[in-house]
């Protein structure tokens, strides 16, 4: 790999797309054998134990040949530290903007996109389906209290920090020569990235182009994952409120 500034966009496509290929492919093969748990589950154990792994581990060793010892200061290299209000502020409000883009554009998306998502599940089965509420509500109640405790943890938090560290701190530093063009570059990739779930991809790139481009102006990384966070926690409260409500 290149040294730090200097990752290539083909050097970057596979620092992206091959572990993220290789976590799906194996949650897919996982769940079409066993199905002993929702998918949404299984799903997280996997990341957990594979994607998550990656992307940290290769941010430590590119900190230790960066600086001599393992840590996380290669992704803040271009963090200015702010006021931890600005930062809060910053990412509510990128929040909301995300829910006004939801309910109007991810809607269109939504409707255009129902039969290709309609076909990959009747292809891949209906245990993928993370919308099918009435076959995940029919897991014990232990099994599922445990995927929504899971959940909340790492899709509201560990996930999206380390996905932050990962790429709007580590990968947006290794091109910060290409100025502001980094945010859409690295924001693209990062929602095509999600190829468990490869629909919904106008809306995705819409709100985090704009979200990324204010916290790269701004160097705070900070914005980013409080935007981060505050995106999956609403999609993890609302999947708890579906299936216990």
């Given at each position: 790999m ?35 748990i ?124 380390a996905?932050e ?5 580590y ?21 095509l ?22 916290a ?22 609302s ?7």
């Open positions: 290149s040294d730090q500034n200097n990752l290539s966009f083909t050097e970057l496509s596979l620092l992206i797309f091959i572990p993220s290929l290789i976590s799906t492919a194996l949650y897919i093969t996982i769940g079409s054998y066993w199905q002993g929702p998918s949404l589950c299984l799903f997280l154990i996997v990341f957990l134990f594979t994607l998550l792994p990656f992307e940290l581990g290769l941010v430590l060793f590119a900190n230790r040949k960066q600086y001599g010892k393992f840590g996380l200061k290669i992704a803040f290299a271009y963090h200015e530290k702010q006021k931890w209000w600005k930062t809060l502020l910053w990412g509510v409000v990128l929040f909301a903007f995300a829910g006004i883009v939801s309910f109007t554009l991810g809607e269109v998306e939504n409707k255009l996109t129902s039969g290709l998502s309609s076909w990959l599940f009747s292809q891949l089965g209906e245990y993928f389906n993370w919308n099918n509420l009435e076959l995940i509500k029919q897991y014990p109640q232990g099994i599922l209290i445990f995927t929504s405790i899971l959940y909340v943890i790492t899709n509201a938090l560990v996930y999206p920090v996905e560290i990962y790429f709007r701190g990968l947006t530093n290794s091109l910060q020569k290409q100025g502001l063009f980094v945010p859409v570059v690295i924001s693209v990739l990062f929602s990235y999600h190829l468990w779930l490869p629909f919904n991809n106008v809306f995705r790139i819409t709100v985090f182009v704009v979200a990324y481009a204010i790269y102006k701004k160097k705070d990384i900070g914005i980013a994952v409080v935007f981060h966070c505050l995106c999956n926690l609403f999609s993890s409260v999947f708890i409120v579906s299936v216990f409500i």
